[in-house]
Every structure is written in structure tokens, then in C-alpha cells.
């Protein structure tokens, strides 16, 4: 086992601090009898990438910026959605590498399947403005936020 935590992971793992977190932790898990936890599709191993799909959220004066570590992908591979008119979704996909019949696997750490990522995004958000750009790996996605407009104060004299 790696000490290096994998970007679509091995295993499930959970992160307790973490409310995008979609994992599910079963207690019954590795008893011989079955868990209707263990049933749920979210728990199989290739739908551990959902959970460790690593994301940083920076809010600047000017923007929101988000900056996704997705190694080995293309820009191809990777979808940056606006749905519902204020949730921001990055999904994307590894596939399997082909095994061609003569080939023998000594070690196999870099496991396959799909990630979904999933952010509500504040009013202040200019959706129609979102932009995507990648580069060695790292996605980044700017949301523009729109200006905040200080309320005009209007002094009134007090008479008497």
C-alpha cells in the first residue's frame, strides 16, 4: 500500500472534514455477512475518485478560483458545468488501460473510473463569465463575481 495518497484512490476512503465527501463509511465492512451499506453503488472501487477528486476554493476581491489536481488527464477527459443556474460541476473520467494479452502486471497503483465534483456558488457569481483553463495537470475554473455596490448614504439635516 502506497503512503501517497492516490488521486483516484484505492480503496474508499473518507474525509470526516470534507462536506463535498460522498463516501459512505459501512462498520460492517470485511464481515463475512452482507451490509446494506456495502450494497450502495457509491462504495464500489470505481466510484472512489469521487471522494478524492482534490479541490482548493479561493475567493479573491475579483473571483472565485478553483484549481483541481487531475494528473495524467486531457482537457478531453474533463467536463466544468454550470447547472441549476448556481452549482458549479467538474466531473471527469480515467479510463482503464488497455491490457494486451502478453503483458504482466507487477504492481497496479493508478486505478481507473470517474470523479464528480460539486459546488453551490454564491449570488455574487457572473456565471455567464466562467472560464477554464489547464495546464501540467492542475484545471483551474474563474468565476467572475460582480462588483458589490455600496449603498448611497444620503445625510438628512435635522432641523430645530
Not at 482534490?54 to 494528473?71: C, Y
Not at 477554464?132 to 492542475?138: D, R, W
Amino acid at each position: 500500500m502506497s503512503l501517497i495518497p492516490s488521486f483516484f484512490g484505492n480503496g474508499r476512503r473518507s474525509n470526516v472534514f470534507d462536506p463535498f465527501s460522498l463516501d459512505i463509511w459501512d462498520p460492517f465492512e470485511g464481515f463475512p455477512f452482507s451490509s446494506a451499506v456495502s450494497d450502495l453503488p457509491i462504495s464500489s472501487g470505481e466510484t472512489t475518485a469521487v471522494a478524492n477528486a482534490r479541490i482548493d476554493w479561493k475567493e479573491t476581491p475579483e473571483a472565485h478560483l478553483f484549481k483541481v489536481d487531475v494528473p495524467g488527464l486531457k482537457k478531453e477527459e474533463v467536463k466544468v458545468e454550470v447547472e441549476d443556474g448556481n452549482i458549479l460541476q467538474i466531473s471527469g473520467e480515467r479510463n482503464k488501460e488497455k491490457e494486451e494479452k502478453n503483458d504482466k502486471w507487477h504492481r497496479v497503483e493508478r486505478s481507473s473510473g470517474k470523479f464528480i465534483r460539486r459546488f453551490r456558488l454564491p449570488e455574487n457569481a457572473k456565471l455567464e463569465r466562467v472560464k477554464a483553463a489547464m495546464e501540467n495537470g492542475v484545471l483551474t475554473v474563474t468565476v467572475p463575481k460582480e462588483e458589490v455596490k455600496k449603498p448611497e448614504v444620503k445625510s438628512i439635516h435635522i432641523s430645530g
